[in-house]
């Protein structure tokens, strides 16, 4: 997988399905945003069954990070970049 | 890696190599592509693709220059550096519908679900969107999908004398 996993990140989820996944995030974030399949966020392209939701909660981004063999993680990174993206595409 | 350009460019996307059947059937699709045609190229993990250049050590089914690391794949349909006339994504668990449903919004590809293993069924009732589907509740025999590949390609011959 992409250098992500090279970074500083916290796992909140692992090994769930993707569409718990993407519930989890809608229900315990309050600032959510819903992106494509293939948006870019950090260095990697999301994979996912649209829509993607990503969450933000002070200077972090909470977003769903699949891989093939181990299912969906759910995963929580600073990225001031990444907000400032996400905030200004609404 | 090469990259493809023409009308005839058909992309394998495999999922995770944990079922037996997946390698010898993506053999068996490259080849029965190649024969009707087409270039094909193939993307997966690090470990579905070392599976497939162990099986294919000279390269008769899969061009060791058609072969793509997974996230150098989308990385390059996602930027549009890349695509595909047809594209098979081998899905057997929740994260090959997860690829499934990427490659369907990032290409434009004629897009296959090739779906095995136990859930087959389920996982299949899972997608949503719409694409062709070859469903066969294959683990360790091959011959379920193989049928299924058989009868379809019939209409893959015709799309690539056509094009």
């Keep these: ?90 | 890696m090469k990259k493809a350009t023409n009308k005839k460019d058909a992309l394998l996307l495999l999922g995770c190599p944990e079922l037996p059947v997946q390698t010898s059937i993506a053999l068996y699709l490259a080849n029965r592509l190649t024969n009707a045609g087409m270039e094909v190229f193939i993307a997966g993990t690090d470990a579905a693709l070392e599976l497939l250049k162990v099986s294919d050590p000279d390269g008769h089914y899969v061009d060791v220059e058609k072969i793509i690391k997974l996230d150098k794949c989308i990385e390059s349909l996602a930027e549009k550096r890349m695509d595909f006339y047809l594209c098979s994504v081998f899905v057997h668990n929740d994260a090959g519908i997860a690829y499934l449903a990427t490659v369907h919004g990032i290409s434009k590809a004629k897009l296959f679900a090739i779906i095995f293993g136990s859930d087959a069924d389920s996982i299949s009732e899972q997608i949503e969107f719409k694409c062709g589907k070859l469903v066969a509740k294959a683990v360790h025999n091959p011959l379920p999908l193989k049928r299924k590949i058989d009868a379809t390609m019939k209409e893959v011959k015709r799309w690539a004398v056509s094009n």
């Design chain 1, 1 to 90: 997988m992409g250098c992500i996993e090279l970074m500083d990140y916290k796992i909140l989820l692992s090994n769930i399905s993707f569409k718990e996944g993407r519930e989890y995030i809608r229900r315990n974030f309050r600032e959510v945003y819903e992106v494509e399949p293939g948006y870019k966020l950090f260095d990697v392209y999301l994979i996912g069954v649209p829509p993607i939701q990503i969450a933000i909660e002070d200077e972090s981004v909470i977003f769903p990070y699949v891989k093939p063999c181990r299912g969906t993680f759910v995963l929580k990174m600073e990225g001031k970049e990444e907000i400032e993206l996400l905030r200004r595409s609404k």
